[in-house]
């Protein structure tokens, strides 16, 4: 595939300003829900080869999100693209301020395995909404949803608008290698590093959407039912294999036995007693992922689940007791359906490990103490995240997502979409009638005035 051609046809497709009016936009963002409406059993199946996610899972955490980011941009687009007029200040007497909303020219989107459509298709509805071309590349670790997503785009989008790149890190590579406007990767915080050195050269502006070791916090005051039906939702959907997935629990150690006992109750009730032949338990994405991940369970003690099937890439949703930060599951993201539980007995404990490590995409707090609440979020610096539940701030298209630090670089979803493949463009329109002799300096009275005025 000739990426320089692509990429500089998709220029010269921006150049001629094909991707500016509003209207084009709008029929553009309608053609792909429609795409993707005809294709949605296509695309169902592709991520359950891949993945092996059940139709339930594809569509609320895949399909689903698309389409209500694609109506949630139709509704509110008029809006998004208006200049936005603000104050001017009294210095600047005689005119009137505004930011313009433009489109950055041509964009890549780089996206990853775990959630292939959602994670490609997402940013695109703003890199679109926005007025840019999108050069798409899918991740070849989920084959099927990459060329079911090529199959989409043809469908919705002229090449010049809209390409997707199909192929391996060499195509990675070669894309980065090209100098485009913008850049929105989803993946590792190792990868991410290597995409911003590849940005730099071209001064390219970036979003990175990384990871890292979100905290669960489990307070001695909080339902703890319900509690764990929502930590065992939220780590154990997709197996694990998400980004904003809790890494790790820290429960107050009173209530730690009985915190377990339910969370042992919650993993039967969602996948049954035999998860590994449950036919909705997502599977591992790979054989290194499933070896890497395997070998986790060696480093403490299997409390829940722990069974495998490497012939299927599958691990049971599995916690471990008896571990601490010296584990080499405490290392790194675990980013699969292992769940290491540690105990603390006073919350500076928490705080202290937290604030140790790098800022974590996501955080989740389960407490009935809105003083504890509000001392958390103060505390402590995260992405984003939820009190009482997780994963949902991800799923809603009013809450920006994005990390902090190295689990990432800016933020998306929804208006953020729109804004963060939008550069903000300042304009001051000044009055010709009038023009005041206090901004020159053969003005005799000039300084002492301003100087008032700019206090």
Request: charged share 20%; proline share 6%; glycine share 8%.
């Amino acid at each position: 595939m000739d990426i320089p051609m692509i990429i500089g046809r998709q220029r010269a497709f921006f150049k001629e300003e094909k991707t500016r009016p509003l209207s084009e936009r709008l029929k553009r963002l309608r053609a792909l829900q429609d795409a993707v409406k005809k294709h949605e059993p296509a695309l169902l199946a592709a991520v359950q080869k891949d993945l092996h996610k059940s139709e339930f899972e594809a569509f609320t955490t895949e399909i689903g999100l698309v389409y209500k980011e694609i109506s949630h941009a139709l509704k509110r687009l008029r809006s998004w693209v208006k200049p936005k007029r603000v104050r001017t200040p009294l210095t600047h007497w005689g005119s009137k301020s505004y930011i313009v909303p433009e489109p950055y020219g041509v964009t890549l989107i780089i996206a990853p395995w775990n959630y292939p459509l959602q994670l490609a298709l997402v940013p695109l509805v703003g890199a679109v909404a926005a007025g840019n071309t999108v050069v798409l590349k899918p991740s070849e670790l989920a084959p099927h949803v990459s060329r079911a997503i090529a199959d989409v785009i043809a469908d919705a989008f002229e090449q010049e608008w809209v390409s997707v790149v199909e192929g391996g890190v060499e195509t990675s590579t070669a894309l980065l290698a090209e100098k485009t406007d913008y850049i929105l990767f989803t993946g590792s915080t190792h990868v991410g590093r290597i995409v911003m050195t590849a940005a730099a050269k071209h001064l390219t502006p970036v979003t990175l959407e990384l990871g890292g070791k979100s905290p669960c916090i489990v307070s001695g005051d909080a339902d703890l039912k319900l509690a764990a039906k929502r930590i065992a939702f939220g780590k154990f959907t997709n197996a694990g294999q998400t980004c904003v997935a809790p890494d790790y629990v820290y429960v107050q150690r009173e209530v730690k036995d009985a915190f377990l006992g339910h969370l042992a109750a919650a993993v039967k009730e969602l996948y049954g007693e035999e998860p590994l032949r449950n036919p909705s338990y997502t599977h591992l994405i790979s054989d290194r992922h499933y070896a890497r991940l395997a070998a986790f369970l060696n480093d403490g003690r299997v409390i829940i689940g722990g069974q495998t099937d490497a012939s299927e890439r599958a691990i049971a949703p599995t916690v471990l007791d008896g571990v601490d930060w010296s584990s080499p599951v405490m290392q790194d993201e675990i980013f699969g359906p292992v769940l290491p539980v540690l105990a603390y007995d006073r919350i500076e404990e928490v705080y202290e490990a937290v604030l140790a490590r790098p800022k974590p995409l996501a955080l989740y707090l389960f407490s009935s103490s809105r003083e504890l609440q509000q001392r958390v979020i103060e505390r402590l610096s995260f992405g984003g995240g939820c009190i009482n539940d997780t994963l949902m701030h991800f799923a809603s298209s009013y809450l920006p997502v994005g990390g902090v630090g190295e689990s990432g670089i800016g933020s998306y979803h929804g208006e953020s979409t729109f804004f963060t493949f939008s550069h903000q463009k300042s304009v001051l329109r000044q009055a010709t009638w009038l023009d005041i002799p206090l901004r020159y300096p053969t003005s005799k009275a000039g300084l002492k005035i301003i100087r008032r005025l700019m206090k």
